[in-house]
């Protein structure tokens, strides 16, 4: 069975990419895993008892958000798994990639935060340079 890895941050974009990988997945018979990560925060400024309070709040946030999109998900046929990781984006969807071998990541070309200054986000662009199966970034 194909598996395909979709990156989720909220943004509009990561919701295109998806819309289009449920697509994929109901045309392959495919299952579809949807990665939500947690960005560490570098802000040397807070102390560490804030830092982890941040952090915790932003993963039971990711946490609802993929429980949401996997509700929305139950009444098709696909075999849907959610799962939301903490670190650099882009290092954490190429390991999970890896260690899931997946056939295919899908990703938004921007996210959240960025700037449309550039053609794809940093986080697709550094998927795209160095995943090892084909990645799909949707626009
Ligand atoms: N924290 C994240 N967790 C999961 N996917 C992410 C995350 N950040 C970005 N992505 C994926 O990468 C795509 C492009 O986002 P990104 O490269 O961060 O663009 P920008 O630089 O505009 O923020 C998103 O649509 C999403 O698919
Ligand atoms: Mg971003």
Redesign the pocket.
Known sequence: MQKIL????G?K??DK?LKKSIELALHMRGSLTI?????ELYLTELTDVDRNKISESLTREATESMEKVRKSLSGKSIDVKTLVRQGD??E??LETAQKMKVDLI???????????K?L????????VDYSKCPVLVVK
């Open positions: 979709v990156a989720h941050d943004s974009a990561s990419a990665l939500s990560v947690v960005p984006p882009a954490k969807i899908v990703t938004g070309s921007h996210g959240r935060h960025g700037t449309k550039f794809i986000g940093s986080v697709s662009s550094k998927v």
